[in-house]
C-alpha cells in the first residue's frame, strides 16, 4: 500500500519534487576533494545533481500547460502532507521536498482564478501577485535569510514549469550562481 502510495505521489508531484520525506534536512555541499575518492564524491555529486536537472526539464516537458487541478490543490486541501512554513487568507507557503537550496519555500496563491502561470496574469492579478511577493519577504525574514536570497517563478514550458498553479521559489541559506541557468 505504503509503495502504491509513494508512486502515485512520486508521478503527480513535479517540480522537481520526490516521494521523499517533507521533514529531511536540507542537502549539504559535498565535503572537499582530497585524494581520488574526494573528486570521485564531487563528480558523483555533479552527475546526480545534472540527472535530477534533467528529470526536472522532462516532467516540465510532459506536463503541458493546464488550468486543471494540481498537486497544490491536493496540499491546499491537505490530501498530501506538506511542511508549512506560513500560512494567511491569500498564501500557503511549504517546503519543497527536493530543495534546490538549504532553505527552499513553495510560496502559493490559495485561489488559483485562472493564474496557472505568469504570463497568464492579469489586472485582476495585482494584488495577488504583489502579496506573494511579500509574502516571500516575510518568509525570508523568518527563515533568517538576511544575507540575501532568490525568487524564481518559472513559466510554461521552456521555463520548466511542470505544476500549472502559479507560485514562487524562495530560496536561500547559500551562495546563489548567476548567471542562475
Known amino acids: 500500500m505504503e509503495a502504491a502510495v ?10 522537481g519534487m520526490s516521494r521523499a520525506s517533507a521533514s529531511r534536512p536540507p542537502p ?15 563528480l558523483a555529486s555533479h552527475l546526480s545533481q545534472s540527472s535530477r536537472t534533467a528529470g526536472e526539464k522532462e516532467a516540465a516537458l510532459a506536463a503541458g500547460p493546464s488550468d486543471g487541478p494540481t498537486i497544490f490543490d491536493k496540499i491546499l486541501r491537505k490530501e498530501i502532507p506538506s511542511q508549512v512554513v506560513y500560512e494567511d487568507e ?10 534546490q537550496a538549504p532553505v527552499h519555500i513553495i510560496i502559493i496563491p490559495k485561489v488559483k482564478d485562472g493564474l ?6 492579469e489586472e485582476r492579478h495585482v494584488e495577488v501577485m504583489g502579496h506573494l511577493l511579500y509574502a516571500a519577504k516575510t ?10 536570497f532568490r525568487i524564481v517563478i518559472n513559466d510554461g514550458p521552456n521555463g520548466c514549469q511542470s505544476v500549472y498553479h502559479l507560485h514562487i521559489h524562495l530560496l536561500g541559506g547559500r551562495q546563489m550562481n548567476w548567471p542562475p541557468g
Do not use: H, M, W
Not at 6 to 15: A, F, H, I, K, N
Not at 28 to 42: D, N
Not at 139 to 148: R, S
Open 6 to 15: 509513494s508512486q502515485r505521489l512520486g508521478e503527480e508531484v513535479g517540480e
Open 116 to 121: 496557472s502561470r505568469l504570463s497568464k496574469a
Open 139 to 148: 518568509i525570508a525574514k523568518q527563515e533568517n535569510l538576511d544575507d540575501g
Open 90 to 99: 491569500k498564501t500557503l507557503a511549504f517546503r519543497d521536498i527536493s530543495p
Open 28 to 42: 549539504q555541499p559535498p565535503p572537499p576533494a582530497s585524494g581520488s575518492g574526494g573528486r570521485l564524491a564531487v
